[in-house]
């Protein structure tokens, strides 16, 4: 057993040396093989058979810079765009094409439906929610002495597991019979306030916002340091002039400062959409999808590992992908905008 | 940042200045945000002292009552009358109330239960059916009488006993040794370790090829590379897994193991670390690049003489996000390793204990206690890298 673990730590770091190895082994290979195949006479003239070995070195060595990068990307997610497109196309074992039956099965089916209100239920509050608080933190903790040590604490969260979240909500949402004592946080409050306990994760709809509060507890740190930078980013010329008219702090954070930051906003609510939809881990270990608690992203997990149905759980990726899609061509063009104009 | 706290200050309409420091508005601002800070830690402080709580107090008090010494009102029944010895010329029954429970000492005893704490502890009430009762504050108690006790059944002791706060390892050492978490933890290192290093020479040659070298496709490339950072998961998993199952049955090998996971998290890996590498490249100085390429240096020396060691923040970042991802990730270690044993992370056993243990909490918080410990850790020395990197991977 322990000699086991041993060999198997061993490994690991052997894997992470061997892949530092050749990963220099190939770039350090390859660019010699390029200069010695295509090399030119040193001196100060050069001819135009240089001129052009010059140009075909220059032609083929940025590719040998990204090759390995392609490499891994095609095989692990461009192909598999256009491969899930089409399995979704396909029966359960990806063997006889059966049009577009598990699409009519998706939107007919009252499982589906069930997942995707809830993840328009996730995506209209956690977002919002998160972006929000994110805001209100930031913008506090800019103006307080101990805002530092705040905004570290409520930035924690960024680093725990969904899993591990997970967790330290279930204990607070925990659940004891009536003549015991509440050991979770929730229920402790409320039959102290004289309400009975409640089994929160079984409560429909309420349920789903109780897991809703686990990733934004997670997602308001990610918005807070961000919303943080952009807001210091504002000229103090800007906010001096406001003061000088006689505007408030509240006047000067509605009318000076969230137009100013308005694209910052829009960026963290679209990064923290994009988390949004691909939510699993959290319903996967607070309910696994029991309870009317169902998602997209655990559903597709059902049906692909549980159920092995490959052309339904591709059809659900499908789905989920088309969801991110407008998100997706938003930051494209931007980037394309920004590579333009360089 | 105090900066624009005391200018915000000078924009108030003049009045005493110890007055304007202790505004309404301020005492709320201070109020809203400790509400804030209260409500982010609250939950994981629970957990956290919650894994060094006796396994019996977890299960009957809340955490937050865990630093007070509870008090527990008990009754516990004598023996019965023949069960009276005589010593000395006396009769005596002794016993222990606690039953021999040293983390308790009994405060006070009474004899009914409406004089719960009628003596204190080490001192004498008579009984009802004669003789008196002595109880000491460990729970030893001897009732003797002169004459030899007549009574039926047997009679009660009433008693307040006090429980107090006790910290231990032992749900520690429980999940570590007995729930797999020590051997689940050992499989996190072990497919977090490579999954975060084989990416970043990768990411970095691209990045650095995308960022200042000129080819056609170059834009192309940039742009399938935004585009990817968005792209579910969800969507590779169906084909790789496909790939996995034939490469396995061509070889003859076995399609779920540690080779299949680092290499799918180095290539999921891979969309952020060149975006966020490129970026950081695209700013360095281009005197520097163009003077050394006029000097001859080819671009493999540029690289790996100034490019690398001066975008070294922006490694770290890429390396911080990735070990994070990588350390809480679920999705990709359930489905490209299987469940077995020897493979499980933590992430993963924690879910499996959650189903099968749902309600043993000394396990449950110290199992997660160990799943985040590392992380927050990671995150915690180094902040100021983690901070940058979402900041170059966001904001533009």
């Known amino acids: ?342 | 940042m105090a900066t624009a706290a005391a200018t915000l200050d000078t924009a108030q309409p003049a009045a005493p200045t110890w007055l304007r420091r202790i505004s309404i508005g301020k005492i709320a601002a201070n109020l809203l945000l400790l509400f804030f800070v209260v409500l982010w830690t609250f939950p994981t402080l629970g957990l956290f002292v919650s894994s060094l709580r006796d396994r019996d107090q977890l299960s009957s008090s809340g955490w937050w009552t865990s630093f007070v010494t509870a008090t527990h009102q008990d009754a516990e029944r004598l023996p019965v009358a023949t069960e009276q010895k005589e010593e000395n010329g006396s009769f005596v029954l002794r016993g222990n109330l606690l039953a021999g429970d040293t983390h308790r000492t009994i405060q006070s005893f009474g004899t009914a239960s409406d004089a719960i704490a009628a003596a204190p502890a080490g001192g004498t009430l008579p009984m009802r059916f004669g003789g008196e009762v002595t109880v000491q504050a460990n729970g030893d108690y001897v009732w003797s009488s002169p004459t030899k006790l007549d009574y039926p059944g047997a009679p009660r002791l009433y008693f307040v006993s006090a429980i107090p706060p006790r910290i231990t390892l032992e749900n520690y050492y429980r999940v570590l040794t007995a729930d797999g978490i020590g051997r689940a933890f050992i499989n996190s290192a072990t497919v977090t370790i490579p999954a975060t290093i084989i990416p970043i020479m990768i990411a970095a040659f691209a990045a650095y090829a995308l960022a200042w070298m000129q080819f056609p496709g170059r834009t192309l490339a940039v742009i399938v590379v935004v585009g990817l950072l968005v792209v579910p998961l969800q969507m590779s998993l169906i084909p790789v897994l496909r790939i996995y199952n034939g490469v396995a049955n061509t070889f003859h090998v076995e399609s779920k193991g540690y080779v299949g996971v680092w290499l799918a998290h180095t290539a999921f890996g891979l969309p952020l670390a060149i975006y966020l590498l490129r970026n950081y490249m695209v700013g360095l100085p281009r005197e520097i690049m163009e003077s050394a390429r006029m000097d001859g240096a080819s671009h493999f020396k540029i690289f790996m003489t100034m490019v690398l060691p001066l975008s070294f923040p922006a490694l770290a970042s890429f390396a911080i996000f990735q070990f994070l991802w990588v350390w809480n990730d679920l999705l990709v270690a359930l489905v490209f390793l299987g469940a077995q044993e020897n493979r499980t992370v933590l992430t993963g056993r924690l879910v499996t204990l959650l189903g099968s243990h749902g309600s043993d909490w000394e396990l449950l918080t110290s199992g997660a206690f160990i799943t985040i410990v590392v992380p927050l850790i990671v995150f915690f020395s180094l902040q100021r890298y983690f901070v940058r990197g979402l900041l170059a991977g966001s904001v533009k």
């Open chain 1, 1 to 342: 057993m322990d000699q086991e673990i041993i060999q198997q730590v061993l490994g690991a770091l052997l894997a992470a040396g061997i892949a530092i190895a050749a990963a220099v082994a190939y770039f350090w290979g390859t660019n010699w093989l390029l200069d010695r195949l295509y090399a030119t006479a040193p001196g100060l003239v050069a001819s135009e058979a240089d001129v052009r070995r010059d140009t075909r070195r220059s032609q083929i060595r940025p590719w040998l810079f990204i090759f390995p990068a392609l490499l891994f990307l095609a095989i692990y997610m461009i192909y598999p765009v256009f491969e899930t497109i089409r399995l979704s196309l396909f029966d359960k074992f990806g063997n006889n094409f059966v049009g577009l039956s598990n699409y009519a099965w998706a939107f007919t089916d009252g499982g589906f439906w069930r997942a995707a209100l809830n993840n328009l239920g996730w995506l209209i509050i956690v977002p919002s929610v998160s972006t929000a608080f994110g805001l209100v933190i930031a913008t506090l903790a800019d103006r307080l002495w101990w805002g530092n040590i705040a905004k570290s604490l409520v930035f924690m969260p960024m680093a725990i597991s969904f899993v591990g979240a997970s967790v330290i909500w279930k204990f607070v949402y925990t659940y004891r019979a009536e003549n015991l004592e509440q050991i979770g946080v929730l229920n402790a409050i409320v039959t102290a306030l004289g309400f009975p306990a409640q089994t929160w994760l079984t409560i429909p709809v309420l349920n789903s916002l109780m897991l809703m509060v686990i990733l934004i507890w997670i997602q308001t740190g990610f918005a807070m340091v961000i919303l943080s930078a952009a807001l210091r980013g504002i000229p103090e010329e800007t906010l001096e002039a406001a003061r000088i008219d006689g505007a408030n702090s509240v006047q000067i954070f509605f009318t000076i400062m969230i137009p100013q930051i308005w694209g910052t906003i829009i960026v963290v609510w679209t990064t923290i959409t994009i988390t949004v939809l691909k939510v699993f881990d959290i319903v996967f270990a607070m309910t696994n999808g029991e309870f009317q608690t169902q998602v997209l992203a655990n559903l597709m997990y059902q049906w692909m590992l549980i159920y092995g149905d490959f052309g339904r759980g591709s059809t659900l990726a499908v789905i989920l992908m088309l969801a991110v899609a407008p998100v997706m061509i938003w930051n494209i063009r931007r980037a394309a905008a920004d590579v333009g104009t360089r």
